[in-house]
């Protein structure tokens, strides 16, 4: 039985899932990001995307749009996913997007591998999404064979000979005045993923290196809670060697308590890094203030000290300005600097400059031709390079970074009144109301005075909050 459903972006703007719901859409892939784990990359719909789906009732996976050219950066990419997500498990499982030209020469294979094998060590359901003819020759290596496939296709039918879970058949399949990708799913992913479920993954923290996330990261919320065995006797052991910096003992379960009392029970390590890592609501410790403590040293039980509603670990990162981090990407890795793993000298700062310069440059590619744009910004390209609006280089050839396409299509599709206009502050979507509110404040955006109440009456487009906050994160060069 096929199941029908979309994939959307940031490119689709504010998206109406009661619309979807009612033209019979059962599901939604929801891009999270592209490229490597760099906030900037982020989809800045995707938590939106999510909070609609939940709130319709409409099972969701996630996808993002590859770069990598290496395993290194398929690494990146996983590490992406995983912070995004912050815990998450879609029903629908997690896709990797690969299509993009500049990987035409690259060992997708390898990348592929590592990217999935990633997804699967955090427990989430993982298949790799492409266009049928690398599917048949890029992808075709025997080693993806265990990965679903979401294939692209848009025929009558779907051409790809191998099996295949999904198939994406259109990419304009309107709804509401919208177009979207359409896709059939040909599996009960909810059922294979047992959607709602904790996200189950290998860890560093317990010696049985398994255990669930059962709360992520944010929200208030500066660790990630943990729990698979509810055993309270389950070793919790160090992460990574350093020393003990604070020790806290003799707490029981006090519910309500804040502060330190909060985590009851607890052990903060140093790293040689300068990185520090927290285990709290122990029911026991097995270490004292200033003992230097080795990789896997057991340093606790698990248990239900302090401001805690059952067994469970929680456990935080902290970096050099003992700021708390997502700790999800360092559940089953080691922290920045420290190379534990493979034992691998540490960069010298000149190495990672030029290591963060050319991932950048992958993350920010110039298409030299229309046909090397990602697709959904390949029609508004031809349309403003057909219209004069690019011109590309001298010898003809586009010449188009990444970032100076985005900002094209934002300004084309804004113009185009293809996108929501916000009349309020109150209006905007909380994603781009702080970008927003900072420029009223400085007085850049100063909006009408509306004569009723003295609301400030904006006016202002989706994309241009999008371009307001893309500029405002825009990272500054260190050199």
Known sequence: MAIKGVDVSEMNGSVDFQALKAAGIQFVLIRCGYGSDYPFQDDA???ENVRKADTAGMPWGAYLYSYAKNADMAKSEAAHTLRVLNGRKPAYGVWYDVEDSQQAGCDLAVICDTYCRAMEAAGLYVGIYSFLSWLRG????????????WVADWDTSCGYGKPYGIWQFTDNLVIGGKAFDGNYAYKDYPSLTKGGKPVSTKSRVFSSQENAITQGFGNGHGGVDLGWKTDPETPVIAHSGGTVVFCQTGYGNDQGSSGNASYGNCVKIKHPNGYFTLYAHLSGVKVSDGQQVEKGRQIGNMGNSGNSYGNHLHFEVRNKNDVRIDPVPYLAADLPGLNTEKGEPDLTEAEARKIAREEIGYANPTYHKVSEVPDYWRKDIQELVDKGVIRG?????????HSDAKAAVLVKRALEAEDPIYRTIDDVPAWGRPYVQALIDRGTLEGEEAPVNGVR?????????????ML????????
């Open 45 to 47: 719909c995707f938590a």
């Open 472 to 479: 405002a994160e825009e990272p500054v060069s260190a050199e």
């Open 457 to 469: 009456i904006l006016n202002i487009r989706y994309s241009a909050v999008r371009l307001i906050k």
């Open 393 to 401: 280089g001298t010898a003809g050839d586009l010449e188009l970074r």
């Open 138 to 149: 890029k992808l075709g290596s025997p080693v993806l064979d265990k990965y679903d496939k």
